[in-house]
């Protein structure tokens, strides 16, 4: 919802409602105050630089029998050091890890009774998955597994065509393969101790209980949350979710091809995502080698270098009364009345410069002090005649404030990333309007989409600019024309 000239926003459609979330309040209120996970796609057919698992649907019978019987032979990741990812990702300020224990594929990252198609039975011939799992706790980092409950393998042993999101290959109407993910699911959270986070990736159903009852503190997302995948809702959801995200355009290590989204991309992602309510989990596809690409790494170092300047305002924030005034995006700590302004402009914000800003949902109070996160507001190197302290002043049309970015991160000074406004016991200075998503209806004739929505409550404004954001699975974001109400 957006006030005229104030405030941009946008709309998508509103999610179904998940049945069945068991998942204790208490749980899940320390999983939105993680804020950052790191999500790891991992499996045998990474050799290939496919797709991961996917390749096989629609597949030639001799590409599918040498899918399954050779790939495990040449699957041998000896520069595998789960220690550099965990290290990594905690200096990113990753506070929980998923990883893929089991994909599609029904290729099994552990040590299993249920089928010889896993990582025992390549020359790497050693548990992936507590590997993985030690090295990341030993960071610090809440561990969380992936489980896929569809299974190619399982089809193809069983005589049936292998594909997704039809009943007949759905656990749902396969009492025997529901007792072999519920066997494999056991495993999983009885052999690896705590596990803080579970991500079913297809029907839940018979798996998502069972997970409460072996462990009850478990958080399960995909499942039992909304995951909104590769997008980040237009308007906050309701409660905990969880966005999940690829650095390029594949989940897997893509070797060629690929086009990655640069860091600044990611931090905002970040941002916004935090601005809206919920996680992002940030997905990294490990070489069939056991290392990380260049490319992912380096985009890891540069949110280390965001988070360990801003993570205050990542970390245990929950949204404010609006998301965002143009460019200028806000989360709030939670239980306080501090708020964080964090300035994601388009044009970067150079070092040594000052900046005004008129912020119009917040409201300065007699105890409020401003800062810039990560400085002391006194010094500008090798300029001793400025003294970079923030100042504020509260007029009747908002909080105007005047900043200098005084902290150099690199040698050049051109830091292409947000800069993050403290403001302490600060007050809302509006009652936003509230917009309810309704349908979206295809017209083949056209090739079009009309998209429909109700203005609830103006809040205080006299009007307000409402419209949609809609995606495109290939194309990625688009904005739909505007409406005045």
């Known amino acids: 919802m957006c006030i005229r000239k104030l405030v941009s926003c946008a709309l998508v459609l509103s999610f179904t409602a998940l049945a069945q ?9 320390w999983f939105r105050d993680q804020g950052f996970g790191l999500f790891i796609h991992w499996g045998v057919d990474s050799q290939l630089g496919s797709v991961i698992s996917h390749s096989l649907v629609g597949a030639s019978d001799d590409y599918v029998e040498r899918y399954f019987s050779e790939l495990p032979k040449t699957f041998d990741p000896y520069k595998f050091h789960p220690q550099d990812w965990a290290v990594l990702a905690k200096l990113a300020g990753v506070r929980y ?3 893929t224990t089991k994909h599609h594929s029904g290729f099994c990252m552990f040590p299993t009774a249920t089928t010889t198609f896993g990582i025992m039975e390549t020359p790497f011939h ?3 998955t507590a590997d993985v799992l030690a090295a990341f706790r030993a960071e610090g980092i809440a561990p969380g597994v992936y489980f896929s409950p569809d299974d190619f393998h399982w089809l193809h042993d069983h005589g049936i065509t292998i594909q997704r999101n039809v009943p007949e290959v759905s656990p749902e109407h396969n009492p025997e393969l529901l007792a072999y993910d519920q066997a494999q699911v056991h495993e999983l959270l009885t052999h690896y101790g705590p596990i803080s986070v579970i991500f079913f990736d297809g029907p839940a159903s018979g798996l998502k209980d069972l997970a409460w009852k072996l462990q009850p503190d478990i958080v399960v997302t995909r499942g039992a949350l909304e995951t909104p995948e590769q997008y980040v809702p237009g308007i906050p959801l309701e409660g905990a979710w969880e966005s999940n995200l690829t650095m390029g355009t594949q989940w897997q290590y893509k070797p060629t091809n690929e086009t990655y989204k ?5 931090i905002r992602t970040l941002i916004e995502t935090r601005a809206k309510g919920g996680n992002l989990l940030l997905n990294i596809g490990p070489k069939p080698d056991g290392e990380l690409a260049i490319e992912q790494e380096s985009r890891l170092r540069e949110i280390a270098l965001w988070m360990f300047v801003n993570s205050e305002a990542i970390y245990s924030v929950r949204p404010w009364v609006i998301t965002n005034e143009n460019d200028v995006w806000f989360t709030r700590k939670k239980d306080s009345d501090t708020v964080y302004a964090i300035v994601a402009s388009e044009q970067r914000w150079k070092y040594g410069e000052w900046k ?3 912020l119009h949902s917040v409201r300065a109070t007699e ?3 401003v800062s810039v996160l990560g400085q002391n507001d006194k010094v500008l190197e090798y300029r001793p005649d400025v003294v970079p302290k923030t100042t504020w002043r509260q007029e009747s049309d908002g909080l105007h404030i005047r900043a200098m970015h005084a902290q150099r991160l690199y040698n ?13 016991n600060a007050q809302a200075a509006m009652k936003p309007p509230q917009v309810k998503t309704e349908t979206a209806k295809w017209d083949p004739a056209t090739n079009s989409v009309t998209l429909t929505g109700v203005l609830r409550d103006l809040g205080e404004a006299p009007s307000v600019e409402v419209g949609f954001q809609y995606q495109h699975i290939r194309l990625g974001y688009r904005r739909a024309k505007r409406a005045l109400a």
């Open 97 to 99: 890890v998923v990883f």
């Open 412 to 424: 050049n000074r051109e830091w292409p990333n947000p800069i993050v406004l403290k403001i302490t």
């Open 262 to 266: 640069s860091g600044t991309q990611l």
């Open 21 to 29: 979330n068991m998942n204790h309040p208490d749980r899940l209120a």
């Open 367 to 369: 105890k409020t002090e």
């Open 356 to 358: 005004d800003l008129t």
């Open 126 to 128: 050693r548990d992936i």
